[in-house]
């Protein structure tokens, strides 16, 4: 069995998840107990007016009909429409979405260069002094409520320190770089435009650190407890009794084995992140999935939130099998089948 | 086998005498754990405090909002240590009074989501087959979105409110139990004092209660204790959106919410409040840290 079959039986795979999720989705937004319609319409609308909106959506049909036709939507790119912008929701998302991946992905790389090496030493100096102090300080920041850490280190970087701009992705005055993947600081390299490049990574850089810090203990935990165990391994023994120098031990065969179980952690923390980055988002005005989310939640506009909710189980299955195909790189023993 | 009614008993108390030498050496271990020691002081000053709170506080009326004009956005000061907000309640009281709403809101959500997650856990790993397969896509369903994202459009769906709040974590919460219940399950399923059990006839049900699930507690409840920080933690950031807990409650996320206006300059609004989360979360989750070891002695070697 080879790679692209694997593959292609694994996204198939997706299919009856993603089946159900969209079962998940629109139980809730069937939970509804209010009347989203009434609430969109406002507090004037005649039940004429009530009457033709919910014609519109689709809502006076009987229940298996609308999720057929929900279901059938998601398929073709129909993912509805906002009750309140009247905007489709599938372009939104589009918009939204590269914004929310920027902010991850740099939050899901600063954890990692700063969570695997914490973890590495606390494997190294085991139970010693900078053990500890990697411990209590990933306890330490992963306990802080990344919203109100969020308001603090906006203050501290974009107003006393004056380093960082204070919100949004960039200035008013400059001008978005051509979209091509709709992630500025890929888009600007690919313009060749380095000024809007070092001006999107400041913008980004404060968000993301503070995003960062919810994935730094698991995934200095992991690290540590996977490096432990490789340690210990016969191979190590007899590496250091045939004199090769320790670092080299660590960081050429260790590192790469313990590697495999910090892959799946920080693909997870992925994830996670860009759940979080939800809270992150609406302090540092950060246009993104996230404050989509909060408008649209706050609102009970039911269809975008159907929406995020969808998306966000695509990405994680992506990711999943994404994370698989890395272990693979990493461990030449696994084989897909 | 003279004396087959003391016999009976005497291996009762052999087996009860066991599991108290694992609990004794778990504490011992866990006392012997400096940060999770701390963890549990700080947890229990937490309790006190909430206990406490009505005397502890010196305006407790003010958690249900009672208003001050004359006091509004006042600093730090003798009378009111942690400032006051926009409306002149103090925000020292507020957080005191807030301390049993968070423990409350923890309490529920990791109970509901345990009953849940274990209920389906055990029935998943114990009857195995399809309705194992069932199961476990519904709970791999729930997994594929991140619990944060399906907390918020269930609470959004239910509508604005702290029960709504706890109700929808609740719901997300749940599938991290089942997982773990059932690979306990699993394993405990097969062993030879089930069959046992099995062989002189007990039923299904008194095989999973009385049988597996004591065995499979204590991962349970750690889980529970890890977890607790948390679900307070996802329960305030419902209420700082604004879907969580309504004013006047002394909720502290909403808390934070309503001082968010008034940052950075009048900074203690906000602040105080998230100090308080913060305390919370960590106390939890250094006591978790320390159970972890105790059960899982390879996590930390």
Redesign the interface.
């Known amino acids: 069995m080879n790679l692209r079959f694997y593959l292609l039986r694994r996204i198939a795979l997706i299919v ?2 993603l089946i ?2 969209s079962i ?2 629109f139980s ?2 069937r ?4 009347d989203p319609v009434g609430l969109a319409a406002g507090p004037q609308a005649t039940a004429e007016i009530k009457e033709a909106l919910r014609r519109e959506f689709g809502l006076d049909q009987p229940l298996p009909v609308q999720y057929i036709n929900y279901m059938a939507g998601l398929f073709r790119g129909d993912w509805g429409q906002s009750l309140y912008t009247r905007r489709d929701v599938l372009p939104d998302l589009r918009t939204f979405w590269p914004a929310t991946l920027e902010l991850t992905t740099i939050a899901v790389i600063i954890a990692t260069l700063l969570g695997v090496p914490a973890g590495v030493i606390s494997a190294m100096y ?1 139970n010693r002094l900078p053990d500890h102090i990697a ?2 300080l990933s ?2 920041f ?8 969020a ?2 280190f906006q ?1 501290w970087f974009g ?1 006393d320190l004056g380093m960082f701009p204070i919100n949004k992705r960039l200035p008013v005055l400059v001008a978005p770089p051509a979209t091509t993947t709709g992630l500025f600081l890929i888009d600007s390299l690919i313009q060749l435009d380095f000024e809007t490049f070092l001006i999107s990574l400041k913008h980004i850089f404060v968000p993301s650190l503070v995003l960062s810090f919810s994935a730094f203990a698991s995934i200095t ?1 992991i690290t540590r ?1 996977s490096m ?2 490789a340690l210990e391994k016969d191979f190590v023994r007899m590496e250091r009794a045939i004199g090769i120098p320790y670092r080299i031990i660590i960081f050429k065969y260790v590192l790469r084995n313990a590697f495999i179980a910090t892959i799946t952690v920080i693909s997870l923390n992925f ?2 992140l ?3 980055a ?2 992150i988002e ?2 540092f005005d950060w246009p993104g999935l996230g404050l989509y ?2 408008h ?3 609102s ?1 506009d ?1 269809q975008p ?2 929406g ?2 969808f998306l ?2 695509v990405v ?2 992506l990711i999943n099998i994404l994370t698989d195909m890395v272990y693979g790189m990493l461990d030449p023993r696994i084989r897909y089948g | 086998m003279a004396e087959p009614g003391k016999g009976k008993s005497s291996k009762r108390n052999e087996a009860r005498s066991a599991r108290w030498e694992n609990i004794a050496r778990g504490l011992y271990r866990f006392r012997s754990n400096r940060l999770s020691m701390i963890g549990l002081l700080m947890l229990i000053f937490i309790l006190l405090v909430a206990i406490f709170a009505p005397v502890i506080a010196p305006y407790p009326e003010d958690a249900a909002g009672k208003t001050r004009v004359m006091a509004r956005l006042q600093p730090p000061s003798e009378d009111f240590v942690f400032g006051t907000d926009k409306i002149g309640r103090d925000i020292f009281s507020r957080v005191v009074m807030g301390t049993g709403l968070a423990l409350q809101v923890g309490t529920v959500i990791i109970l509901l989501a345990t009953s849940i997650g274990v209920t389906i856990g055990a029935i998943s790993g114990y009857a195995g087959g399809w309705v194992d397969d069932i199961l476990m896509r519904i709970t791999d369903i729930f997994l594929t979105v991140p619990a944060l994202v399906l907390a918020i459009a269930i609470s959004a769906a239910l509508g604005k409110g702290i029960i709504n709040a706890m109700i929808g974590i609740s719901l997300v919460w749940w599938p991290g139990f089942a997982r773990l219940t059932r690979s306990l399950v699993l394993s405990l399923r097969e062993e030879p004092f089930v069959e046992a059990a099995y062989g002189i006839g007990a039923g299904h049900m008194r095989i999973i209660f009385r049988h597996i699930l004591p065995n499979a507690v204590s991962p349970i409840i750690i889980k529970m204790t890890t977890d607790f920080g948390f679900a307070v933690l996802t329960a305030a950031a419902l209420g700082f959106i604004g879907l969580g807990a309504q004013p006047p409650t002394p909720e502290w996320g909403a808390m934070i919410n309503d001082g968010r206006r008034y940052f950075p300059d009048e900074w203690w609004i906000a602040t105080f409040p998230g100090l308080a989360i913060w305390l919370m979360v960590f106390s939890w989750n250094l006591i978790g840290d320390g159970l972890r070891d105790v059960l899982d002695p390879r996590a930390r070697r």
Request: glycine share 8%; aromatic share 14%.
């Open positions: 009856p998840t159900g999720l998940l989705t809730i937004a939970l509804v107990p209010g085991r411990r209590i306890l330490f992963v306990s802080f409520p990344a919203f109100w850490l308001m603090i203050t107003r935990r407890a432990v165990e994830g996670w860009m759940a979080g939800i809270l609406t302090i989310a909060v649209a939640s706050l009970l039911f939130i159907m995020i909710a966000y189980g994680f299955s």
